[in-house]
């Protein structure tokens, strides 16, 4: 489980070396055009490896 991080952030990365870029990017695309919130105090995402 891991936060809405800010693009090009090492937690971000972090996170792409876990589901792949192509995924966060399109997982990324989906908040934003949904309103999520970022930061600490935003919204979350449960991310699993296939």
Request: glycine fraction near 4%.
């Amino acid at each position: 489980m891991t936060n809405f991080h800010l693009p090009k952030s090492t937690l971000m990365m972090l996170v792409s070396a876990l589901i792949g870029y192509d995924k966060v990017k399109e997982i990324y695309a989906h908040a934003i055009n949904s309103e999520y919130r970022f930061f600490s105090y935003g919204d979350s995402s449960l991310l699993f490896k296939k």
